[in-house]
């Protein structure tokens, strides 16, 4: 019986390894690639700041509608903070629901490939990530679930 066992747990072990899973997150403190977008809101990049939220969106999800409320009220909170949304969807749809929002320290990064999703490993929204000056993962999961807290700690 456990000779099965060991048998098993072989096969999972190497399952695991033979198919690695995409997983939607990096470790945090892991270095993620900066965005290269095929193209920003209005042309409007993004301005430099020590922390940045990554956040992938689409505007037929109506949980990130809210979220943009949020980031912004975060944002303003803490001027260290920049916000970077990346979507699939083309520039007519987001715009408006941008409008309120949209400055150099919060912009939309244009990803109608999906190369920056992919290479991310993003399969489900709203999901974001706060990273620090060198791209390293402090934070990852739902946007609404990032705190004052979470932003002001974050170094």
């Not at 939607?24 to 290269?36: D, F, P, T, Y």
């Amino acid at each position: 019986m456990k000779k099965q066992g060991f048998f098993w747990s072989l096969l999972v072990v190497w399952m695991i390894s033979a198919f690695p899973l995409q997983a939607q997150n990096a470790a945090l403190g892991q270095k993620v690639s900066e965005i290269r977008a095929e193209a920003w809101l209005d042309g409007v990049r993004p301005a430099s700041a020590p922390l940045t939220v990554l956040t992938f969106f689409t505007v037929s999800n109506p949980v990130c509608e809210q979220t943009l409320e949020h980031l912004y009220a975060l944002m303003e909170a803490d001027d260290r903070l920049r916000v970077i949304v990346v979507t699939r969807d083309d520039e007519s749809k987001i715009a408006p629901l941008m409008a309120p929002y949209h400055s150099p320290r919060m912009t939309v990064a244009f990803d109608a490939d999906g190369k920056i999703f992919k290479s991310f490993g993003v399969n489900y929204v709203p999901f974001s990530l706060l990273t620090d000056a060198k791209n390293r993962v402090l934070w990852q999961g739902n946007p609404l679930r990032m705190t004052e807290k979470i932003v002001s700690t974050a170094q």
